[in-house]
């Protein structure tokens, strides 16, 4: 009888393809089934052309979350629908954490809620993300 794959081990196996997060410097922190804990330094070249941090790095992050946990029980799943509110300024050499908690976990499609936090425990922006579950399997 086949075994599952863990979630740990699909997440780690997406991680090692996905050279964008690579390059954001992204490390997991902790992954469950529909669960996912990542985080990142915000580097200098981060930095938009008004001299504030590029919002597109805090929505990666996020995005990179919401990959890992929904694609985490081995069924290769695609964004749908993301959108993000920025709560609060991010500056160059904080720490961002993104902890993706699933809201809904359905045949076809799957709903999650990524917070991003800076070094100091203030949220910075919230994001929310709806993926489409294909039924194909990663591993």
């Known amino acids: 009888m086949d075994q599952k794959p863990s979630a740990k ?44 941090v590029h919002g597109g790095i805090a929505f990666s992050l996020a995005d990179s979350a919401f990959a890992f946990a929904c694609n985490n029980r081995n069924n290769l799943s695609v964004a749908l629908d993301t959108s993000i509110n920025f709560l609060k300024p991010v500056h160059v050499g904080d720490r961002l954490e993104a902890i993706a908690t699933e809201v809904h976990n359905g045949r076809s499609t799957g709903l999650y809620q990524i917070s991003i936090s800076n070094q100091n425990q203030v949220v910075v922006a919230i994001f929310k993300g709806t993926c489409f579950r294909t039924g194909k399997t990663i591993l």
């Open 9 to 52: 081990l699909v997440a780690e196996k997406v991680f090692e393809k996905d050279l964008f997060s690579q390059w954001l410097g992204i490390e997991i922190l902790e992954i469950k089934e529909g669960y996912s804990k990542i985080a990142m330094t915000v580097r200098e070249e981060m930095i938009n052309g008004l001299g504030i």
